[in-house]
């Protein structure tokens, strides 16, 4: 049998067809057998995966989980008013049902961050249902400017988190305000 022997240009289109064959051969997908670059612990686009056991879990900024536990707070009692306006005057729960559900997942979002808390207090509610409208439409008022100026001394994530519950009591205090007639 003739011996063959590769040449030049048998070599030069093999590797030109298929260049990740060579490549591929030395990779290993087997997560025991070391795969993957060297110290980057699964990373993924210099990202970890999971953290390694020696690794540290980031702390947050002392200044963020105030200004997100004092929001917290303000959230909370908001969802109070709602809920005791909704107990005295059934007439009115479902006009309130929408911002005591906002109130619910924005307080849940809150408490993502790392060491926030709310503190809970009581509250009063007018004895009529206007008034209670009234003074809960007031309350988001307020609410909504301090956490638009909460948001505006942060950036990131909490920042944005802020401002997205500001527009909303904006909102919700413009859908609770009585409207005002207009004069014939």
Same mark, same amino acid.
């Given at each position: ?16 067809? @298929? ?24 990373? @993924? ?29 303000? @959230? ?45 207090? %009581? ?55 009585? %409207? ?5």
């Amino acid at each position: 049998m003739p011996e063959r022997r590769l040449n030049r240009r048998t070599v030069f289109v093999t590797a030109a067809l @298929v260049p990740g064959a060579v490549a591929l051969a030395g990779c290993k997908d087997d997560a025991a057998s070391g795969a993957g670059t060297p110290g980057t612990k699964g990373a @993924v686009n210099g990202t970890p995966t999971a953290p390694g056991p020696t690794e540290e879990t980031p702390t947050v900024d002392p200044a963020v989980v105030a200004a997100l536990s004092t929001a917290a707070t303000q @959230v909370t009692q908001l969802s109070q008013l709602y809920a005791t306006a909704s107990r005295k005057f059934p007439a009115l729960r479902a006009q309130l049902a929408a911002g005591a559900k906002y109130h619910v997942s924005h307080l849940a979002k809150l408490k993502e961050t790392q060491g926030v808390a709310a503190q809970a207090a %009581k509250s009063a509610v007018p004895a009529s249902s206007q008034a209670a409208l009234a003074a809960i439409a007031k309350q988001e008022k307020a609410t909504a400017v301090a956490h638009a100026a909460a948001a505006a001394k942060l950036s990131g994530a909490p920042a944005r988190l802020l401002a997205e519950i500001a527009a909303s009591e904006t909102q919700l205090f413009a859908t609770l305000t009585p %409207k005002k007639k207009e004069a014939p």
